[in-house]
């Protein structure tokens, strides 16, 4: 990134920094600091990974003796709690260095905008909408990697765009040890490298790449191979498959699904299904599923993946949050206030996705369009089907809710220019 920052920057990293950070201080004062672990992930994945770390220098889940070393979470955001907690820190410092990523994200976001040679307004558009969108300050001040997952991944886009495709390689290498799904995104963008210089294939660049992208997953993947005899990121993804997707729908068609046995004398049960070894379970029931009712599957999958889409997220925070820790603020005025933002968020959702797709039509955005339509494809089918109650399915959307907001923007200048040519004939 550049050393200096304009005025417009100084605002829009002041904005999203200050909201989240008047949020936290609300947090701290009204629930202490278990408001920050108020998400289950938060305490018993990151939190005693973090503390496993710390207390008994071992990668692992386990609340007691033996601990055994597991994979099930990619362990960049475990060791960014883990450094914290090593000194002792508060979580609210936690969470003030992820208020702070926030800031810069929507910096970032402003900079991609006009990379692209989008308007001013378009730019400062998006990065306002990113900086107040409410899901994300909820999970902004949450123990969660969705932040520092969503920093890495913008911070990488913003080098793309640079076509300073090392760093890129190297951020989202450390993007995807937060979070393994940008393992998935990594294609797409060689791809785009590809289009880019179609006139001279640029190999040696989609080399290079390539190389320092699997070079930052390597010691973690080496890790996996030498413990559990894999070179698997993670084992969570088969996991989440047949919990969320194969037991789901095997229950809704009344078929027969079985879970694998604990064996007996297995140390720690309670980590039992997170553990390598049931992969090939996981797979075999996936595939003997696919492979019965393969049309039936795709349906159901692809239904999931459409309803992660629509699905309100404020009603999620409606019911999860506000209901049982201030269940006063839905009465009187400000529970009418609240269900009207509700319902008003969904007609807002529609117009900002009405206004994305039609960024397509702006010749100078079409091209990234194309490409952030195939990384959010990507994103939906796989976490968002997963997440089918609609859960936390808007915390997979952190990283990309921003580009929507751009290329809404786009597509917002779009009918104004033409509107504005039409009137001026």
């Known amino acids: 990134m550049k050393s200096k920052f304009s005025k417009t920057e100084i605002f829009l990293f002041c904005l999203a920094f200050g909201v989240r950070f008047l949020y936290a201080i609300f947090v701290q004062l009204k629930f202490g600091s278990h408001g920050f672990l108020a998400y289950s992930d938060a305490l ?43 000194f002792k820190s508060p979580f609210f410092l936690i969470i003030f260095a992820q208020n702070i990523m926030a800031g810069f994200i929507s910096v970032l976001i402003y900079r991609i905008g006009l990379l692209l040679n989008f308007s001013y307004g378009v730019s400062v558009f998006a990065s306002v909408l990113t ?52 393992l998935y995104f990594m294609p797409f963008f060689l791809l785009f490298i590809l289009w880019r210089g179609r006139e001279k294939i640029p190999w040696g660049q989609i080399f ?95 239904s999931l993946a459409w309803q992660s889409i629509w699905n309100n997220h404020y009603q999620y925070l409606i019911n999860y949050v506000i209901k049982p820790k201030l269940p006063i603020l839905l009465d009187g005025i400000y529970g009418g206030l609240i269900g009207a933002f509700v319902i008003t968020s969904n007609m807002v959702k529609v117009v900002l996705f009405g206004l994305f797709i039609l960024s397509y039509f702006d010749q100078r955005s079409r091209p990234w369009f194309s490409l952030f339509v195939m990384v959010m494809a990507v994103n939906t089918l796989t976490l968002g089907s997963a997440a089918y109650l609609g859960a936390d399915v808007s915390r997979y ?24 040519y039409a009137v001026s004939r």
Not at 164 to 169: G, H, I, K, M, T
């Open 131 to 182: 900086s107040l969108e409410p899901a994300s300050i909820y999970w902004n001040n949450l123990l969660m990697s969705d932040y520092l997952f969503a920093f890495l991944f913008v911070f990488a886009c913003y080098y793309f765009f640079l076509k300073r495709y090392s760093v890129f390689a190297v951020m989202l290498g450390f993007a995807t040890l937060a979070r393994p799904i940008s």
């Open 397 to 420: 959307n952190i990283p990309l809710a921003p580009f929507v907001f751009l290329f809404a923007g786009v597509g917002a200048r779009f009918i104004y220019n033409h509107l504005k």
């Open 44 to 86: 018993s994945f990151y939190l005693q990974g973090a503390e496993n770390l710390i207390n008994h220098h071992i990668f692992s889940l386990n609340t007691n003796p033996p601990y055994m070393p597991d994979t099930y979470r990619t362990p960049l955001y475990t060791f960014f709690v883990a450094f914290f907690l090593w």
């Open 208 to 302: 290079v790449t390539t190389v320092l992208f699997l070079t930052v997953l390597f010691p973690w993947a080496l890790r996996n191979k030498i413990i559990f005899d894999t070179w698997e990121l993670s084992s969570a993804s088969w996991y989440n498959i047949d919990m969320f997707l194969v037991q789901r729908f095997a229950s809704n068609q009344n078929l027969a699904f079985s879970r694998p046995e604990i064996p007996d004398g297995y140390p720690n049960p309670q980590t039992f299904y997170y553990d390598f070894a049931n992969t090939p379970f996981y797979k075999e029931q996936f595939f003997k599923v696919l492979k019965a009712h393969p049309f039936a599957y795709i349906k159901f999958h692809l």
